[in-house]
């Protein structure tokens, strides 16, 4: 099952995408092994046109897609091993990937966040969303290792 993050803005180089791309990089190769990667990351950005137009463009990037996540704080919160364990059932299950939505400043307009298969929250706090990707590709990396048995996981 492939993996994708469609994210508003675009992530320039410095640390934060260092770190995204050393994730992912981590992700996609172990990732194989249990069939869940690569991950692909698409970049919305809207101009001119605010909440309204990056929704709509969220909404363009993410059409037909099951499972859907979206990341917003009022979300369910899950642990590392229960975010594996839905990457796991949703393989198993047949689907050919997942898609994970980080929205821009305003966040995840509601009529895309109905419609996704699980909210995810990374906690009750605001992150910046350039600091989600990183979180959030980090947790990719730790669920295909508790998949494939890695001790990267030590809980």
Known sequence: MKLQIVAVGRLRSGPESDLVSDYLARTGKNGMQVGIGPVNIHE??????????????????????????????????????????????????????????????????????????LVLSLGPMVW??????????EQLYRSVSILSGSPYHRA
């Open 44 to 117: 919305v950005e809207a101009r001119k046109g605010g909440a309204e137009e990056e929704a709509r463009l969220l909404a363009k990037a993410t059409a037909g897609t099951k499972p859907l996540v979206v990341l917003d704080e009022r979300g369910t919160s899950l642990n590392s091993p229960g975010l594996a364990a839905r990457l796991e059932s949703w393989r198993d299950h047949g689907h050919r990937q997942a898609t994970f939505v980080i929205g821009g400043a305003d966040g995840v307009a509601s009529t895309l966040r109905d419609q996704a298969d």
């Open 128 to 137: 910046p969303h350039m600091l989600v990707r990183v979180m959030l590709a």
